[in-house]
């Protein structure tokens, strides 16, 4: 065996060749990959130059593999923290500075104490700062602006915001699996 097994996953794709996720992208260990190629769950699409041997079998080890079964994506996005930030970019929709998640949180644009719902189009990223000086009030009583109005986002608008996010580490045979629908030339 030449290189690591363990810094080696697989990109899982759905029967459709789309990821069945990018953000967090869909990812499995080495381990999954194997049982799953042996169970005839998945075709293998690309491979590492790494090979698993035992004293009866070989094979390189897979670095994107397709699933047999379409797995249909779930069309009600769920309200999530995570889901939010990625909706927003990470971004503090009131200064508009990049945060990372653990330093994020969100605002209800409309206090809760004013009656404000917690779903989608009254909820935003906010930094800490920008959240504790709007505390309960308006925006226009703390006298802050949205960078955005927030509104429910759809399954492809995540995907899309997802793939701005591309993970720490990207093997060159997925490129073609994440990236295929992006465009090419905007000119």
């Not at 249909?72 to 309200?79: A, D, E, G, S, T």
Request: contains cysteine; proline residues 5%; glycine residues 4%.
């Amino acid at each position: 065996m030449k290189g690591n097994l363990n810094s080696s996953p697989c990109l899982v794709l759905n029967a459709d060749y789309q990821p069945l996720s990018y953000f967090p992208l869909s990812l499995w260990g080495w381990q999954e990959t194997i049982k799953a190629v042996f169970l005839n769950r998945v075709n293998i699409v690309a491979e590492y130059d790494i090979s698993v041997k035992s004293s009866s079998f070989s094979m390189k080890l897979p670095s994107v593999i397709s699933l047999k079964k379409f797995i249909p994506i779930k069309k009600n996005i769920p309200f999530t923290r995570f889901n939010l930030f990625l909706r927003d970019g990470f971004r503090c929709q009131y200064c508009n500075t990049k945060y990372k998640a653990s330093e994020l949180t969100f605002d209800h644009v409309v206090s809760r104490s004013r009656g404000g719902l917690s779903n989608w189009e009254n909820v935003v990223s906010a930094c800490f700062k920008c959240n504790n000086k709007k505390g309960s009030l308006s925006c226009s009583e703390a006298k802050m602006k949205l960078v955005k109005v927030p509104t429910k986002p759809t399954q492809y608008g995540l995907k899309e915001a997802g793939k701005l996010f591309p993970p720490n580490y990207l093997h060159h045979s997925w490129t073609d699996f994440l990236y295929w629908d992006t465009v090419l030339d905007k000119s």
